[in-house]
């Protein structure tokens, strides 16, 4: 929270923000267009000479008004500076095309978010994901996933591998210091965690708990690298209030997966969990929570990402601040044994 604990802007400054905040959306596209017409990577391979605006136009194949005014955008964006006639690239610019976080929001933002954004205020009005209605009449997104267009869908799992995949290779010796033979990986997507589980002890059994769109692709994946003896796959929807957790398990694993929900179905969630479990069996964690962040750049990522879950993914839950989070924990009948940051 020492992020956002105090305003230090000038009146001045103050000003400025509000009207990047009124060309927000003209900004982002602005940006997207520099970016996937080769302007910024043209002017970067430059970076010491910089190039002219005509070098730019004909390097691009683009017509002289629309380098012109591209260009100019970039400089009130702040991608690029102009001196000696010449355009140049500033970091800003160096980060929004080459750091691939940067890279995976900015393409998840447009192929999933953009279009559905403009009904944001009735989603949080009525509680339920409006913009969803771009893509279908699903009741979330989850049961969209698997009928989405193949570059969303792409844009999507992107998105979400980037935040979990980086993550795993940090957690995985955590979770097996506890040496389980069994885990139940609740809402395992396409398995990805559950592969590199394998990778990591080969004698380990887990199972996928999901949609049966998510299983199918799990179980394709499953059968192509040869993991299917180690695996099993069980259908559910969580949300239904009759579903239980099976038992049997040393490890209940969650990556990513509690923020789908809203604060009442993540204590519904974890209450089952408790129900399937001994008192030797342990619940694993893994969620980006945005008052744990190191960089505010990471907590301001989070904090717009929970508005995707709100007017797309399903209108009632977010990327959530740990002390709420530890909240429903503690309802459910849970207690925390550790917590681990930076990772």
Same mark, same amino acid.
């Given at each position: 929270?020492? *992020? ?5 802007? =000038? ?14 959306? @003209?900004? *982002? ?34 017509? $002289?008004?629309?380098?012109? &005014? ?15 006639? !010449? ?20 393409? *998840? @933002? ?11 205020? !009735? ?10 209605? =771009? ?16 570059? =969303? ?16 290779? #940090? @957690? ?31 004698? @380990? %059994? ?12 799990? !179980?394709?994946?499953? &059968? ?5 003896? $180690?695996?099993?796959?069980? #259908? ?14 040393? /490890? ?32 694993? /964690? ?9 960089? !505010? ?18 209108? %009632? ?11 429903? &924990? ?9 917590? $681990?940051?930076?990772?």
């Amino acid at each position: 929270m020492e *992020f956002y604990n105090e305003d230090k802007s =000038t009146a001045l400054e103050a000003m400025e923000k509000a009207q990047w905040i009124a060309f927000a959306p @003209v900004v *982002f596209q602005a940006s997207r267009a520099l970016r996937n017409l080769g302007i910024l990577s043209a002017i970067e391979q430059r970076k010491m000479s910089g190039m002219t605006a005509d070098e730019i136009e004909l390097d691009c194949k683009l017509s $002289h008004y629309g380098t012109r &005014v591209l260009c100019e955008s970039g400089l009130a964006i702040g991608l690029l500076y102009f001196k000696n006639d !010449k355009y140049f690239v500033t970091k800003t610019a160096s980060f929004f095309i080459n750091d691939k976080l940067t890279e995976v929001n900015c393409d *998840f @933002v447009n192929d999933i978010c953009y279009k559905g954004l403009f009904d944001l205020e !009735k989603s949080i009005v009525i509680g339920k994901p409006e913009g969803l209605m =771009t893509f279908g009449g699903w009741p979330t997104v989850y049961q969209a996933l698997s009928e989405l267009p193949a570059q =969303t869908l792409e844009s999507w799992f992107k998105f979400d591998h980037y935040y979990s995949d980086q993550a795993f290779d #940090e @957690v995985l010796p955590l979770v097996f210091s506890q040496s389980p033979k069994s885990i139940l990986d609740v809402g395992g997507n396409t398995g990805k965690f559950a592969f590199r589980c394998l990778s990591y002890s080969p004698d @380990v %059994n887990i199972s996928i708990m999901d949609l049966p769109g998510q299983l199918n692709m799990a !179980k394709r994946a499953a &059968v192509e690298s040869g993991n299917e003896n $180690h695996m099993g796959f069980i #259908e559910a929807n969580v949300l239904d209030e009759t579903q239980q957790i099976p038992s049997g398990f040393d /490890i209940l694993w969650m990556s990513q997966f509690l923020d789908c929900f809203s604060d009442d179905q993540i204590i519904s969630i974890l209450k089952r969990c408790v129900n399937a479990m001994n008192d030797k069996d342990r619940i694993f /964690i893994l969620e980006p929570f945005w008052d744990r962040q190191r960089f !505010k750049a990471s907590a301001f990522s989070l904090q717009m990402t929970s508005l995707y879950f709100t007017n797309i993914a399903n209108g %009632n839950s977010q990327m959530y601040n740990s002390e709420v989070f530890a909240g429903f &924990v503690k309802a459910a009948g849970l207690e925390t044994e550790s917590m $681990h940051d930076g990772i």
